[in-house]
């Protein structure tokens, strides 16, 4: 963590437009874990169906969102990850009937602890993506990076070096 | 009101008939104005205890370190401890219970309550004496903490040198014990639970940000939160990477490939790393007593973290930790009502 | 050389060594004192007990890149040296302790191996000290261990406080620059002011201290009592937290570790850090067998190590009494305990 309020100013805070977008030099780094038998099937059928978002998201298949421990998000933001996804199967539907109810209240806890550490609530994103949702999983996507651009590289956590 | 002679008289009588195998409970330091952890085995040693606002410690670590001690003798002596607890100490000895790390009948415990009073903290003591060491503190009975220093004396208002986690306790008297001691009374009028917290989290996302950047970049990686606290008992812990489990049987590879999730490096964002897995991994068993922040030779709030994930968990999830060793972990359960507004 | 300085003046004094070095002077951040870098403007008080943190720091950082590396894919590794460049320092408050840990320091960085990185911060860093009035903590017993509080070693400058100033002591070359760049900040030491600092100093060892009667007794009740079954009394409440040695002025070992910054291309560092002989790991081997197992067995190492090893190999007590292992032990344990009864224990 810098702990400089220099670093905002840094993070190149562009205002959203298309023009601007695609001056951008900046290309956010998401790292997303995705549950084997829903949201990376999700993932998949959006290929599959040459649905257009921006190709920023680092997938990690996991076997359900349950299984994602806080661990894996705090490494992925101390490695540099300018975002963090987790997304699973909607409640009720878990392929191992409980584990994303696990989840939910896991992650809850962690993207509190995030927030009040001071790193920007918006660059850590949980949603319910089922294997038929390839639309929803393109828009969750491409709206998280849309927003992560504007928010600039993550400098709070990642380790310096 | 406790009375110190029943508590040593207790004692005494535990380690006369053979019930027990040690005492665990404090005794005058020579190291400074807290008092010390004491293994009493000799009944006549069970004079030396003592019980008054500089017992800070909790004393339910030893229930851990003694276990891991005896996993390494040929012929443990397998008597139960007996444990001199306070209300926050008991509530770890709960969750120690409910995790299955000890079983009930491996500790005797002499539960104690702190009443009206409560233990100082030393840094708050330095702060209202400027900067005199000071080499006795006690309770006046009239609201405030008599605190000696080379030179003199003086009173200081109980609220300004009180630990936090004692202005902020709901239930200042033990949840479980064998023989109690004291009034089983929440006479606290202070009402002030989670004001710390709040504090630190009503700021701004700046203010918040540059506050903990701060905090962690003092930190030198002793480890001293991690080991006071009797929650952390994990052998091998997830986040310390020379910290490895190796067996005559371990593999290279095994030793080679093992995850470094942090390095070694003393710095703000390794740090940060390490409190904040830590963190995540006592929400839902810290039961605020408050040693991370106490040892912490640097003066890190530490408490902060963990007590605001327990505000969550009682404002979320209806949950508080060590109050009943039958209930689930926090986090190994969960509600139909569960928070989701936050998923997409 | 010895000159006097008002007292009003010292702020002046760090703005003018400011202008061509970091200046660090204690201040009291987070309830605690520590050893913090003094703005351009700043104030400068020397009314501190003592820090945390101890001066060895500003030589021997906590962590520290040796070298980077970096390879290409199919290419020959490449080396970058990292020997320290930074600003040159002084460093105000540091008390006689602290001074005498310098030169046990320079012991094992500088004689037989030169440590090049530990040399060039020493050679940039001049520790500026100040005579202790009274025994900073309840806990402090340098004059046990052959010091006293105003011992001149491993400092560049010593400074006393008298009456409205500062009577100051050059003792090294580099002491001398820092005095004389400020020249004009300073007046000539009277005989007076001489005898007044003496008093103070005489009176300030004649304050009691914690005591250890004598160190070669304690050496002696070490070497007969390694096996005693007393070390697992006395470390009974360790908690292997090792606050101990890390606040320890004279404590140094240290860990190296490779550090990957990215994996493909290949690039990273080697870094060392402060290692610690209290953490569990610290001489776990790599079959799984660790000779010192237990908090008795290592904080037998500690205590042997400080109070007889050094000994027996330097000729100097490694130890300097400035208490902080004590002070911060978060449950009580005492090397001055331990030395007097490892004194008692000597005879048997």
Redesign the interface.
Known sequence: ?????ST?AEAAVEPRSDKTVEAQAFEPKVVAFLCKWCSSAGSDLAGVSRLQYPPNAIPIQVMCSGSVS??YI??AF?KGADGVLVSGCH?GDCHYL?GN??A???I??????????????DRF????VSAAEGVKFAE?VGDFVKDLKALGPQR?????? | MVVMEDIRARAKELLESGKVRAVLGYRRSSAGVLAEPAFVTAPEDTAALVLDATCVENLALYLVNEKKRQRAEKTPDTRPLAIVAKGCDSRTINVLLQENYIKRDEVVILGVSCENGGVIDTKKLNRALRGKPATAASFDGNGSVKAVFTGGETAVPAAEVLADRCLECTQAYPSVSDFFFGEKESGRTYNRRFTAVSAVADKGMEERSDFWAGHFDRCIRCYACRAVCPMCYCDECVVDSTNCVVKATTTADEKANRIRWIERSVCPSENAMYHLVRAMHLAGRCTDCGECERVCPVNIPLRLLNTMLEREALEMFEYQPGLDPEQPSLISSFRDGDPNDFIR | MEVILKKDRLGEWAAKLGEGADVFAPAFVEDCWAFTKVEPGGEVALDHGNTVRPAKGFVFPQREVLYRFSQDSGGAPRLTETLPDDPRAVVFGVRPCDGRAMVRNDKVFTCGFADPYYQARRERVAYVGLACAEPPSPNCFCLSVGGSPDAEDGLDVLMTELDGRYYVKALTAKGKDIVVAASSLFSEAQPADRSEAESVHAAARSHPQRSIAAMDKVAEGLKRNFDSPEWDALARACIGCGACTYLCPSCHCFDINDEITSRSPLAGERVRTWDNCQFPEFTMHTSGHNPRETTGARLRQRICHKLLYFVENHNIQQCTGCGRCITHCPVGIDIVRIANVMEEAAGQ
């Open positions: 963590m810098q702990g400089r309020n905002v806080p661990l705090l490494s101390n409640p409980k109810f696990y939910r209240r896991r809850y806890l962690v993207q509190k602890l995030l927030k009040f550490v001071g790193l920007e609530p994103r949980m949603s319910w969750v709070k956590l990642k380790a310096e070096h």
